[in-house]
């Protein structure tokens, strides 16, 4: 039995252009906007000019009435024009002289008439006259450029993107003053028309990376794009990796410094979140805030990241494998004071490791989901009940829920990688629970060679890492002092490596 094709066309509009009459127009529009009343029409006419009859079509919420009103209405129906000989010319008299506006365009294709009604353009319609014109009236709310609440910093700029493009694209010019700096616009989702602007350092930016985003983003074809997530999941390299490989911020100052060094930044129009690429793995390691304090106290901040990754993803599983399958490389006080703890726990350690584990994740999810007071309350509270209770209870011991203490504190530090390091950290559980230590030096293994063979947009994830060159370790696992710093990342910047060219020349004599 065939199926039945109950597919709708999806623009019934496209290819329609407009009539002569204006009556005929604005039935079309009315038509196409059938039961929205958001959609506002406005018929008005000039004192001096009987041929000039329009009709204003707006979306109400989305632009600036005080500017319709004083850039259209007030000018047309106040206009002392009266020279208009003939319908042909009447558009081009109505922009140069009554029009007050300084973007303007002429259109005769309905679906384009739309798009910018629904972009928050105004359009007007005129008698006798197959073309429209659309105004740039957009003007709804937008919120305040505040510190985003997940980065927060001790030092450095307090501002954060909004959900407004044309907001963050001003963000990131009062950075980058150069003419050089390129925002590229791009229109995705079918239905949504999801504006999205492709941002690069043209001379700096490889340009085979460049390409290559290009190339993805025009290759998507969705409904609806929402949120830059979308354009994250659809465009990313290794999809199924619990690593990502396109990094995200809400801070205008760390997707400046990632153009500077020659990566790409996309911007969605409608989310604050502004995705950066290509993304290697020490970033996740990297917060702006290093760049703003001193070199020595940065570079011991970063290597505590570094422990912490170690620390979360590995002291629950050499835990387990101690006291289940290698007992005898502890300490005999240490053993029998675990043993103690341990006696009356009736299930065994990777069973304890693995729940606390989980109910640690649904205490952090549960505080992250609740409103601010309420969640840190019941982050608190949860963690210290639930433990002291379970300890009393004997459904756990006691060094389980210091090691899952632990292993929840140092997840915080590097918080953008949560996801991957509750899978590395299961998946370590489970080998050791089975094979004892080796099956966590083979999870390492595979986990080592897993990085080794992801790329970011042609960029190998695990770059530097391991490098015996100086200039490649300068911003790693340490962050050297900006006059040690050259070079741009390497690979990243095909054109104008050196950072400081003048610095350079005066070390290289």
Not at 70 to 84: A, E, F
Not at 170 to 181: A, M, Q, V
Not at 463 to 477: E, F, H, P, R, Y
Not at 486 to 509: C, E, Q, T
């Amino acid at each position: 039995m065939k199926r039945r094709k109950i597919i709708k066309e999806d623009y019934p509009i496209k290819g329609i252009k407009l009539k002569y009459q204006l009556e005929e127009n604005i039935k079309i529009f009315k038509d196409i906007f059938k039961n929205d009343s958001t959609i506002k029409f406005r018929q008005i006419k000039s004192k001096s000019c009987s041929k000039l009859k329009c009709c204003i079509i707006f979306a109400d919420g989305m632009t600036n009435r005080e500017i319709i009103n004083d850039s259209i209405v007030s000018p047309i129906t106040n206009s002392t024009i009266n020279h208009i000989t003939s319908y042909k010319n009447l558009i081009d008299i109505i922009i140069d002289e009554g029009i007050i506006s300084d973007h303007v365009e002429r259109l005769e294709s309905i679906e384009k008439l739309v798009e910018a009604l629904l972009s928050g353009d105004s359009i007007l319609l005129f008698d006798k006259v197959n073309e429209g014109v659309t105004v740039d009236t957009k003007g709804w709310k937008t919120r305040a450029l505040d510190e985003p609440p997940t980065e927060r910093i001790v030092r450095g700029p307090r501002e954060g993107f909004t959900e407004s493009i044309v907001v963050n694209t001003s963000l990131i010019r009062r950075r980058i003053k150069n003419s050089d700096l390129r925002f590229v616009f791009r229109e995705i989702g079918k239905r949504t028309k999801t504006q999205v602007s492709i941002c690069y350092i043209e001379g700096i930016a490889n340009e085979k990376i460049v390409e290559e985003v290009f190339k993805r983003i025009d290759n998507i074809d969705m409904d609806s794009i929402l949120e830059s997530g979308y354009i994250d999941e659809l465009i990313r390299d290794a999809p199924f990796s619990p690593f990502k490989t396109i990094n995200y911020t809400e801070r205008p100052d760390v997707v400046a410094g990632k153009i500077l060094e020659g990566r790409v930044a996309i911007l969605c129009d409608g989310t604050p979140i502004v995705l950066t690429l290509p993304f290697l793995f020490m970033e996740y390691f990297q917060v702006n805030e290093d760049y703003y304090s001193g070199y020595i106290f940065s570079s011991i901040n970063r290597l505590l990241r570094y422990l912490a990754f170690f620390i979360s993803t590995s002291i629950p599983a050499i835990y387990v494998a101690l006291i289940t399958s290698h007992q005898e490389m502890i300490p005999t006080p240490l053993l029998l004071s675990i043993s103690s703890a341990r006696e009356g726990v009736p299930f065994p350690t990777i069973f304890e490791a693995l729940v606390m584990l989980l109910v640690f994740d649904l205490i952090r999810e549960g505080g992250l989901r609740l409103p601010e007071p309420v969640g840190t309350t019941v982050s608190i509270v949860g963690a210290l009940v639930l433990g002291e209770a379970a300890v009393s209870a004997k459904i756990v011991s006691a060094p389980i829920v210091i090691v899952t203490a632990i292993t929840g504190i140092t997840t915080f530090l590097i918080y953008k990688m949560t996801g991957a390091l509750i899978i590395i950290r299961t998946i370590f559980l489970l080998l050791t629970a089975v094979l004892g230590l080796y099956g966590y030096i083979f999870g390492v293994i595979g986990v080592v060679i897993h990085l080794m063979s992801i790329r970011s947009f042609g960029i190998p994830y695990m770059i530097n890492v391991g490098s015996i060159n100086k200039q490649d370790l300068k911003d790693t696992a340490i962050r050297a002092p900006w006059w040690f710093m050259y070079y741009r990342p390497k690979l990243l910047s095909s054109k104008n490596a050196i950072r400081r060219p003048y610095a350079y020349k005066r070390r290289s004599k």
